[in-house]
């Protein structure tokens, strides 16, 4: 249980990261989405851009503008902080 639950808070993490880090670089990131041939070429360009998984650059082209706000950008990052403390818990334990 203990190793699916770490399993499950990696994949939140990194959804969690590459968006905070794409908010973060967002004229980067919305040229590089504009100048993309299609969504893939967008997907490969943005983890070479970030150095995000792919599960992180899906999440970034699936999310709405809103979520660019400043609002937003600091929710984002108490989560990324949140998660790096769980996951460091939890793999703590294993240990």
Not at 5 to 23: G, N
Not at 37 to 58: F, I, K, M, N
């Amino acid at each position: 249980m203990t190793a699916r639950l770490v399993d499950e808070l990696r994949e939140q993490l990194a959804i969690y990261s590459a968006i905070h880090a794409a908010m973060t670089r967002w004229p980067e990131v919305s040229a590089l989405a504009a100048e993309a041939e299609d969504p893939d070429d967008a997907l490969q360009r943005l983890c070479s851009l970030l150095g995000v998984s792919e599960l992180g650059a899906r999440a970034i082209l699936d999310m709405q503008l809103r979520r660019v706000t400043v609002l937003e950008r600091e929710r984002m990052a108490g989560r990324v902080r949140e998660l790096e403390q769980e996951l460091e818990q939890l793999e703590n334990r294993e240990a």
